[in-house]
């Protein structure tokens, strides 16, 4: 080992090694004062090996360190060599069942819902996988760092403990037996002395103060070198400390970023090493400059030497870690000498002074050390509890110091209580030994010390350190949930005393908090400024659960229950002692029934949401009913203390409030008051907050007369004088003198009914109603479900925070509702069964009033679909239990039938406003739940009970003496036939029936026949009505469409974006007239269809008449009228990219003539099909761009289009474009002039092209060199060619300019270069955007199997029409000659000449593209030939030219394996020849090809490999010269490949085309395969691309989500060196995964600083990429550096959901559908499309700086 570290260690270190740890371990093993011998050797070594310079060496560091301190150490522990002493203990050991892995950052962690006993219980993948949760309801999450596995932990799993891999220890120790009996006892002296001594050493040298001297260390080296060292801290920003840097130490900004980063990972890195005074220098800059604002960055300059020793210190905690894992007995020894009393007593242990200087340590630190706790005290059942303990006493003091750190949480030693207090038996122990919950409590109330007059919480004039002492206090509660979180199964009286402690301090608490923030209505002026109210909010949500889970312990036992009642009804009249308003008493009189109360009115005087004591007091005592301890022992109870007005006296004061913010009275109180009646109601809150306020009401009128109980309601309602003065309501209704009052007071009466409804109705608690906690939840859930269907996070986020919304929701969801699967976007959702609408309560108390119009709205709908009539009347409800059975009373109670009368009674009279329909509408609810009532009262009747219940005897009877109203029921018969009522009938109808069935169960006799004609009369009535609403509906229908019709007309002669959204209704129209155009006349379908050459079918020439979408105006599309264009986008594309490496690296300079077959980077053009006028889509973009300038002047908001350089959205869909396509008539005709009957066969063909060349070109050296006249007589023209000729534009100017415009703009973005409309490349990068294009379409279309023509839908028909004619027609506007020396290039390639050398040989060229190129360019040549050839035979002999030269290329490149297993006895005519050509190839190439013998396999290949280039070159020619397809192409078929050759006119034997040129192509292949290049690769020295290319896909992902946070969890920060990435995100084109979002990996680009994915973009997708951000489970979609969108992923959990933010943790798969959506996305090019659409659809992803991801 010496020898190989020579090789790396400087020379100066050398010596160091030379130090041999087996002697200096038996020096040791020698000496009586070990410590003394160890420290020496530190004090001297370690100077020498830690902080040599400015950087930290951390690979020299490791080295030595391990060669020269810690090998001695090993060799001393184990007496021997530790190669072969660690692997003995390990093997002796028997290791513990725990699994205790420390979990990374962003580490995956799984959690059973069914078996872990709290959700903090986790574990490992491995574990996981190995264990029986998997087949559970599991959870995931990815880790945050920290906490460990608890597979093993017995106390974490109601079943399945272990995983396989740890089960198998458990069987040997069954008993807990001491690891230390595996070890010798020398062995366990050394450990002990040598843990003890360097424990020690790291503890002292850790905690160390001072900046100068060292622990029992002295200084050795005198040579004084410092570092200035700087600390992180919470409260400086990334940005701020790497300016600083750059200030203070003079750094770049690279140096900076480094520090920085380091700064933040490891909680302190040095800055500048040198003198003292250079260091102080650095440190005062750092310190000035930071300290304006906030407290200053913390800078400290260190001696060397300390440094040294900290860093070794810190290497010492990791090596004891490392070193306990090989044995548990070692591992309790470390515990031992970790918890070991120091000599100053109590909490000088070496764990306890860790712990207490926590605080104080740097980040780094801290992690190594809470590492190591968690490794030994955590893993040891022994030391864990020991460990507890400590932890305990030091609770208050953790806890102090942790207010004052300045970090977060996750790296406080406060943060280790989630891995005690959650441990059951810990709690429990911690509970009764140490007063754990009464500590937690009082450390809570230490911290907030801010409070009123009345003791309670004063949160108003909160400064920023206490706002910041509060936020961090909320973890204490943590703290108490952990700790309460297991409910005991047994109770011992200690727990009891020591609960009830708590409790009693948990009282205390809640003392504070009853009444805080009291508010006081604000009349004539507006609130000056919003109270603070959130921190009493945050308050109250976070203790919610804890209250809950208070009273769930208290259920589990009758004393504790009993006791804890006690406390808290005394503690409830402590605090009403305390309230002093409204002593004056009142005297209430109605009816007949008279109370006496207090005078207070809520709109006067102050009123408090916050009432916890009241509210828990309210929990407590439905338990007394659900646990029956009320019946069991009454006698034990204070009930006769109990005040019924008293305990109902806040809760109503608090709806009331409620009721009048809702009936506008407080208003002037501003949103402060809004925000806190929605939480009050908010499903986070309510649980204690509303619903115990109702809780309490049900208690307090439960023991009370009811008639009194509604007449303090109405006195706190201030309604008393409407309902108590007989003729008060005539007045009212009369006087006109305040409309806002009465309406005021309308609203006040329909909430006090609602309140009514609620207190009698809502008894589905346990121990309210007879109900258990399933009917509870189900209740919920049909209630939700009733608004609409849900899915399933969305009910999960209506149901509070407990155990039901885990798994006690999914136990019944089945019972109450169907899923339904989601289609290919959205998402599952959860119907409502329908026979459980009947449980439907439109009354039901969590609804929302939006929510409750929503219901309403959603089940009158259905039962109209259903033909039922559209009541919705109250369903039958469980009876009440025996404690709050007296509740129903309210209901047959004189001053309730008053009310209701009195309400009736205006709805009869019906005048004026003094009246509302829903008041009505809850009154004929109260009375429906009334006979609901009494109808389950008599049909349980047993026999000797007695009914009281006679509510129906009550209604039938007239009002008395002095009014003479009349009695309800017969009030109810008028309203039924009221015409103002039409909603309310069939409700009024159900009422009444309800009555006579009543009646009817009284009587016990016959049924009446009146009732049942009665009921048949109103059917009828009903379904006339139907019939006439269905009549007006119709009539309403036709009026709109007749609007819009006329609004339609009008538009015409207007620009549609200005109107846009009535167009897009008519969208589907104008996308169909568009098209029409397009469709070919039907063809004879016996006529043998040709795409080209002389043979060519002629087509009719089609009239095409087409629409503008801007001024609807229509025009033919012709040669010389005004220009018609569709919008387009160009983009680059690597799609088919075979090279993502590949990259241009000069645009300028860059030729693009020869494509290469790697086809790395190509030009796709796209359209979404919408034609214009060119001059209206000019107005239109100048007005765009107009636009655009103001806006960005005024308010420097960004547009997902970039105006600048071209882009706009088309008018009509708002797809992003950036130029336009000119539509033109089939530009081959215009040039076609002559066609004699004798065509020149292919080599004769030739021949004459390449004197047409040799011409030009010495006409061109002519030019050049003017005057030598010698070359101008080798001058032979061919025959009819006159190079002279310059033919005649044929198109309109408007045309040209068109053709000119998309020309320069595929060059511009082709090639990334500014536009240059005279660039000799602006032609060829239009051929090659056409080429392109159709590979990419044809892809498409064999990647879905799908027939080559009559599938593409109608804007890629279009576009590629538009695309390939404009190609063809572009020669016209360049430069003749440029296209003509194209031309001369490109031929050169296939046809060798003298003038062009250096050619791409044919291995290196996209036969595709070529063939594009050569046909587009040839007409510049032939224009100016007028021997008789026709362009048709050019683009034959072109087409066959360059089929052969392709088959060439696939036959060499073709990797055939020979198998002789499928190979056919007879050779067909194909095979034959095919074996021929091949022959004549191995000759050509000197028999370098490798031989082969079988023309089956040679043909299959060729077929295979040339069908792509034939499907392409179909596509082309068709949209060139517009020959429709055969009927036969466009279905699938088995002989397409037949159908191809006779539509492209080859034959279908190919190398009949050989045979038939054999004169020129023999001497042809001969010099391909001369080529040097050819050689190079036959000779195995270079590769080329093979044939037929696959299709590119997306990458596979893995099925299981999880398998893909993990593979993210083990990737780290390329640049970081081994740092956990933050973000780790996958590009799906290429599998890579980055370091995102993140300033380590940042690079720059042109220019600019991009993160990793936008710069991984310019490489992998030409700008363009598709990400998975694998933190986030979500799919990033980027173009360019501004343009980007979040995208569903395409994974889904069980419920058909996504989980965007792997926020709730279910579950995730892969949906394949929806991935090869994403995948189709990318293939069509409609990424930067689908951007675009999303950012126009959500204006904050505009401002998203998508460069820095
Ligand atoms: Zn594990
Ligand atoms: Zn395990
Ligand atoms: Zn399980
Ligand atoms: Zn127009
Ligand atoms: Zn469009
Ligand atoms: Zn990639
Ligand atoms: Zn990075």
């Known amino acids: 080992m010496a020898a190989e570290l020579e090789a790396e260690v400087p020379a100066f270190d050398r010596s160091l090694l030379e130090c041999s740890a087996e002697e200096l371990a ?27 310079g400015p950087n930290p060496a951390p690979q020299r560091e490791d080295l030595l360190a391990q060669q020269v301190l810690l090998g001695p150490m090993e060799w001393y522990l184990c007496g021997e060599d530790p190669a072969f002493g660690f692997p003995k203990l390990e093997q002796a050991n028997k290791p513990s069942h725990l699994c205790g892995r420390v979990f990374k950052v962003g580490e995956p962690t799984y959690s059973c819902r069914d078996c872990a006993v709290d959700p903090t219980c986790v574990l490992c993948m491995e574990c996981f996988l190995g264990s029986i949760h998997k087949e559970h309801r599991y959870r995931m999450t990815t880790s945050g760092g920290g906490g460990f596995c608890d597979c093993g932990d017995t106390e974490a799993w109601k079943e399945g403990p272990y995983c396989k891999k740890h089960e198998i220890n458990t069987s040997e120790t069954e008993e807990e037996e001491d690891p230390l009996v595996h070890l010798s006892e020398d062995m366990v002296a050394r450990a002990y002395n040598i843990f003890a001594i360097t424990f020690k050493y790291a503890v002292d040298i850790l905690t160390w103060e001072k900046e100068n001297e060292l622990p029992g260390l002295e200084m050795t080296e005198k040579s004084d070198t410092y570092y200035c060292m700087l600390f992180n801290d919470e409260v400086h920003t990334y940005e701020q400390v790497i300016y600083t840097l750059q200030k203070a130490v003079n750094c770049t900004q690279k140096e900076a970023i480094g520090f920085a980063t380091t700064v933040d990972r490891d909680g302190r890195r040095s800055v500048r090493y040198g003198d003292f005074q250079y260091c102080e220098q650095a440190k005062s800059v750092i310190v000035r400059n930071t300290s304006r604002q906030t407290k200053p960055l913390k800078v400290q300059v260190m001696h060397s030497s300390i440094v040294a020793h900290q860093s070794f210190g810190l290497k010492l905690l990791t090596w004891l870690g490392s070193i306990i894992g090989y044995s548990d007995g070692l591992r309790r020894i470390l515990c031992q000498v970790g918890l070991q009393e120091g000599p100053d007593g109590e909490n000088s242990s070496l764990v306890d002074k860790l712990m207490l200087s ?22 040891d059942l022994k030391y864990k509890k020991l460990f507890a303990i400590r932890f305990a006493r030091n609770y208050r003091q953790l806890q102090r110091d942790y207010m004052e750190d300045d970090h977060e949480r996750a790296v406080s030693v406060a943060a280790l209580s989630v891995q005690l207090f959650t441990v059951p038996t810990l709690a429990r122990m911690l509970i009764t030994e140490e007063n754990l919950m009464t500590t937690i409590i009082k450390t809570f109330m230490d911290h907030l010390r801010h409070r009123d007059i009345q003791g309670r919480f004063q949160f108003e004039r909160y400064t920023a350190l206490q706002a910041f002492k509060f936020r961090r206090v909320q973890s204490l509660i943590l703290d108490l949930k952990y700790v309460l979180i297991s409910k005991p199964t047994e109770w011992s009286d200690d727990l009891r005393h020591k609960f009830l402690e708590g409790f009693d301090a948990f009282l205390e608490l809640l003392k504070c908090m009853q009444g805080m923030d009291p508010i006081t209505r604000q009349v004539g002026q507006h609130i000056e400024m919003e109270p603070e109210w959130e921190a009493a909010f945050t308050l109250q949500m976070k203790l919610t659960l804890v209250i809950s889970m208070m009273q769930d312990w208290c259920a589990l036992d009758e004393k504790v229950l009993i006791e804890a009642y006690k406390k808290c009804l005394a503690v409830l009249m402590q605090c009403h ?15 007949g029934h008279s109370v006496e109360t207090i005078r207070y009115c809520v709109s006067q005087e102050k009123v408090s949401i916050h009432l916890p004591v009241s509210r828990l007091l309210a929990g407590l005592h439905v338990l007394l009913s659900k646990t029956e301890v009320a019946y069991k022992f009454p006698e034990l109870l204070p009930l006769s203390e109990l005040s019924p007005p008293m305990l109902i006296e806040h809760p109503l004061r608090c709806l009331v409030l409620c009721a009048q913010v809702h009936a506008g009275m407080w208003r002037r109180n501003g949103f402060s008051l809004v925000n806190q009646i929605y939480y009050y109601h908010n499903v986070k809150c309510r649980r204690e907050m509303f619903d115990k306020d109702i809780v309490m009401l049900q208690t307090g009128v439960s023991m009370m007369d009811p008639n009194h109980f509604l007449m303090i309601m109405l006195s706190r309602f201030e309604l008393y004088q409407i309902f108590s003065t007989p003729d008060y309501g005539k007045r009212f209704s009369t006087e006109n003198t305040n409309k806002d009052i009465v309406q005021q007071n309308n609203t006040l009466i329909e909430e006090m009914l609602y309140l009514i409804i609620m207190i009698v109705g809502e008894r589905f608690s346990p121990g309210i109603g007879q109900v258990n906690a399933t009917d509870e939840i189900k209740r919920e859930i049909i209630h939700q479900l009733s608004i609409r269907p849900m899915a399933h996070s969305e009910l999960v986020k209506a149901l509070p925070e407990d155990e039901n919304r885990e798994t006690g929701m999914e136990s019944v969801i089945e019972e109450v509702a169907c899923f339904k699967k989601p289609g290919l976007t959205g998402r599952g959702l959860y119907e409502l069964k329908p026979e459980c609408t009947r449980n439907f309560n439109l009354y039901f ?13 959603a089940q009158r709908k259905l039962r109209k679909q259903n033909r039922e009539d559209t009541a919705l009347p109250p369903p039958a409800l469980p009876p009440f239990c025996p404690l709050f059975a007296s509740l129903v009373n309210i209901l047959q109670s004189d001053v309730m039938l008053c009310i209701m009368g009195t309400i009736l009674q205006w709805a009869v009279e019906h005048n004026g406003y003094a009246w509302s329909e829903s008041m009505l509408q809850r009154v004929l609810h109260l009375l429906g739940m009334a006979l609901q009532e009494e109808k389950q009262h008599l049909e349980n009747l047993s026999e000797e009970n007695v009914v009281t219940f006679t509510f129906t005897q009550k209604i039938s009877k007239p009002g008395d003496a002095p009014n003479n109203s009349p009695s309800i029921l017969a009030m109810l018969e008028t309203l039924q036939n009221a015409p103002h009522l039409e909603v309310h009938k069939d409700m009024i109808r159900w009422i009444l029936k309800t009555f006579n069935a009543i009646k009817k169960l009284r009587e016990s006799s016959s049924t009446s026949p009146v009732a049942e004609t009665e009921g048949n009369i109103m059917e009828e009535s009903s379904r006339d009505k139907d019939k006439a609403e269905r009549k007006r509906k119709a009539e309403i229908a036709r009026l709109r469409r007749e609007k819009i019709m006329a609004q339609m007309s009008e538009m015409q002669r207007h620009f549609i974006n200005e109107n846009k959204e009535l167009f897009q209704q008519t969208l589907e129209e104008l996308d169909t007239s568009a098209s029409g155009v397009h469709d070919n006349s039907p063809v004879t379908s016996d006529a043998k269809l040709t795409a080209l050459g002389p043979e060519q079918t002629r087509v009719a020439e089609h009239r095409q008449v087409v629409m503008c979408i801007l001024c609807q105006e229509e025009q033919e599309v012709k040669v010389d009228s005004r220009a018609m264009v569709l919008a387009a986008f160009i983009q680059r594309s690597t799609v088919l990219s075979k090279n993502r490496s590949k990259t241009i690296p000069d645009p300028e300079k860059y030729d693009p003539l020869f494509m290469h077959p790697d086809l790395s980077c190509g030009t796709h053009t796209g359209s979404c099909g919408h034609i214009m006028h060119a001059h209206c889509w000019q107005r239109y973009f100048d007005a765009v761009q107009a636009k655009e300038q103001r806006r960005q002047q005024r308010l420097r908001v960004h547009t997902s289009y970039d105006v600048e350089n071209g882009e706009f959205l088309c008018p009509l869909c708002e797809c992003l474009s950036n130029t336009v396509i000119p539509l033109l008539p089939p ?49 032979q023209l061919p025959e009819g060619f006159r190079p002279d000729f310059q033919p005649k534009n044929p198109y309109s100017e408007s045309i040209k300019e068109m053709l000119t415009t998309f020309g320069t703009a595929t060059y511009k973005v082709g090639l990334k270069v500014h536009p240059n409309e005279e660039d000799p490349r602006v032609p060829i990068m239009c051929w090659g955007s056409c080429a392109y294009t159709i590979q990419t379409i044809e892809r498409i279309l064999a990647d879905e199997d799908k027939p080559l023509f009559g599938h593409l839908p109608c804007r890629q028909d279009d576009c590629l029409t538009s695309l390939t004619r404009f190609a063809a027609a572009h020669w016209t506007v360049s430069s003749l000659s440029a296209v003509q020396g194209h031309f001369c290039t490109l031929l050169a390639s296939l046809v060798p000449n003298e003038k062009n050398g250096n050619l791409p040989c044919i291995l ?25 050839v026709s362009l048709g035979t050019g683009d034959l002999h072109l087409f066959h030219l360059v089929t052969m030269a392709h088959i060439i290329q696939i036959l060499l490149t073709s990797s055939t394996e020979e198998n002789g297993m499928d190979q056919e006895n007879t050779s067909s005519e194909e ?42 070159s179909a596509l082309f020619f068709h949209y060139l010269n517009g020959v429709p397809a055969p009927s036969e192409m466009e279905v699938s078929g088995t002989n397409q490949f037949e159908h191809l050759c006779s539509y492209l006119s080859l034959p279908n034997n190919l190398t009949c085309l050989f045979q038939e040129n054999s004169d020129i192509m023999n001497t042809l292949i001969e010099s391909w395969c001369s080529n040097n290049e050819v050689k190079r690769y036959l000779e195995g020295k270079r590769h080329a691309i093979s044939y037929a290319r696959e299709s590119n896909k997306l990458i596979d992902l893995p099925d299981d989500y999880s398998c893909l946070i993990n593979q993210a969890s083990n990737f780290s920060c390329p640049k970081s060196g081994g740092d956990k990435s933050r973000a780790p995100t996958l590009c799906l084109v290429c599998g890579t995964m980055l370091c995102s979002q993140s300033y380590c990996c940042q690079t720059e680009l042109e220019g600019e600083d991009v993160g990793a994915c936008t710069a991984h973009t310019y490489t992998c997708g030409s700008g363009v990429g598709i990400f998975l951000r694998v933190r986030e489970c979500q799919v990033l979609f980027l173009a360019g550096k501004t343009k980007g969108c979040f995208y569903p992923p395409p994974y889904l959990d069980d419920y058909g959901e996504t989980d965007q933010g792997l926020r709730r943790g279910n579950p995730l798969h892969l949906c394949k559908e929806r991935f090869k959506k994403i995948q189709k996305l990318w293939q069509q090019h409609s990424i930067t499309e689908e951007i675009g659409h999303a950012q126009e659809a959500n204006q904050t992803l505009v401002g998203i700086d998508w460069q820095h991801l």
């Open 26 to 52: 038996a020096k040791w093993l020698q000496t009586n004062d070990l410590q003394k011998e160890v420290y020496q050797h530190l004090a001297y070594y370690v100077p020498k090996i830690y902080c040599r």
């Open 358 to 379: 926590d605080s104080k340590l740097w980040k780094g630190a801290r992690n190594v050390y809470h590492q190591l706790f968690m490794s030994s005290l955590l893993m």
């Open 577 to 591: 002692s305390g309230f002093t308003d409204g002593e004056q008493p009142i005297v209430l009189n109605m009816c």
């Open 845 to 857: 108390y969590h609804f929302s009033r939006a929510e409750q119009s929503k219901a309403e709205e």
């Open 1227 to 1275: 530009p081959r005709v215009l040039f076609n002039r002559l066609d004699f009957s004798g065509q020149p066969n292919l080599a004769h063909w030739i021949k004459t092209v390449c004197q047409q060349i040799k011409a030009l070109y010495l006409l061109r050296d002519e030019d050049c060199n003017s005057g030598s006249s010698e070359k101008m007589d080798e001058l």
């Open 1404 to 1428: 290196d060229i996209d036969m595709f593209h070529l063939l594009v190129n050569l046909v587009l360019s040839f007409p510049a040549i032939h224009c100016q030939d007028f021997s008789g």
């Open 1471 to 1512: 095979e034959v020849a095919v074996l021929t050509l091949y022959k004549f190839l191995c000759q050509c190439t000197g028999s370098a090809l490798k031989e082969i013998s079988s023309g089956w396999h040679l043909w299959k290949n060729l077929k295979a490999g040339i069908m792509p280039f034939l499907r392409c």
